[in-house]
């Protein structure tokens, strides 16, 4: 459970974008939070998560991925001892498989499969830092479900 007050306000647009269905609000919450941290100068565990969250908001898969893009970047500065201060149940290699997936999927539907398969060939390299739980077979099966896909464009 998150301890961390701005990870817990980005739980509440999670919430409302995937168990409610309110994809607009979810969007509004996060530009305030994304505005509250300071954009990209802010704490990057927030700025990875926030823009990770804000990517799965947008209507268009270029706005999509500038925010994937942005998290990617952004977690590149955070440290297992933050995501632990934090009370993320997760280490910073666990953070990496969603990241590249996410960046995967897009390129994918830009019609940009170089780049997609590059980002799904570093999402299976670090699948090994994901358990074996809910969200690691999350992730798993979307990097199988985008293998698939990827085979298929070729």
Not at 9 to 19: D, F, K, N, S
Request: glycine share 10%.
């Amino acid at each position: 459970m998150t301890t961390d007050p701005t990870m817990a306000r980005i739980g509440q647009g999670v919430e409302l974008h995937h168990h409610r269905g309110q994809r607009e609000a979810a969007r509004d919450l996060f530009a305030q939070i994304w505005d509250d941290i300071g954009g990209e100068q802010g704490d990057p565990l927030h700025v990875c998560v926030l823009a990770h969250s804000m990517a799965d908001v947008q209507d268009d898969v270029r706005q999509e991925l500038m925010w994937d893009l942005r998290a990617l970047a952004a977690v590149e500065l955070v440290t297992d001892e933050r995501v632990g201060q934090a009370g993320v149940p997760l280490s910073v290699a666990g953070l990496y498989p969603s990241l590249h997936l996410n960046v995967s999927e897009c390129y994918r539907k830009l019609g940009d499969l170089g780049r997609a398969r590059e980002h799904l060939q570093q999402a299976r390299a670090g699948i090994g830092a994901l358990g074996d739980d809910e969200y690691g077979r999350l992730i798993k099966d979307g990097l199988e479900r985008l293998a698939e896909q990827l085979d298929d464009a070729t």
